[in-house]
């Protein structure tokens, strides 16, 4: 989470991973493979949490799990690479993850 995002949530991330690691850009597949891989993860062994389908698309077709945090109330459309887990917001993932 570069930029100014990581700010707003105020968490301490363990590990803060860039699309430049993986020389390619969200949503091809190497973005998230390199982040399992730079994770010591298989991706099926990572959950991709995200609130923009395309992302969630992306990691899933890359073998991840994926959790869509859906705050705008939007439909994730139609895609054979669905969410695992689909929640309003990150207190409801966290509640659904333990």
């Known amino acids: ?5 990581r700010q707003y949530h105020k968490v301490p991330f363990d590990k ?4 430049a690691e993986a020389n390619s850009f969200k949503p091809h597949v190497a973005t998230y ?3 399992a891989e730079l994770c010591g993860l298989k991706p099926e062994h990572s959950l991709f949490v995200a609130d923009h389908a ?6 899933k077709s890359a073998g991840m799990n994926t959790a869509f ?3 705008r109330s939007r ?3 139609e895609s054979p690479y669905q969410p695992d887990i689909l929640v309003p917001t ?4 966290a509640d ?3």
């Open 90 to 93: 990150m207190k409801d993932l």
């Open 96 to 98: 659904a993850i333990t």
């Open 69 to 71: 945090v859906d705050r």
């Open 16 to 19: 803060v991973i860039s699309v």
């Open 1 to 5: 989470m570069p930029g100014t995002a």
């Open 33 to 35: 493979t390199k982040a």
């Open 75 to 77: 439909p994730f459309g």
């Open 54 to 59: 395309f992302d969630c698309i992306g990691a």
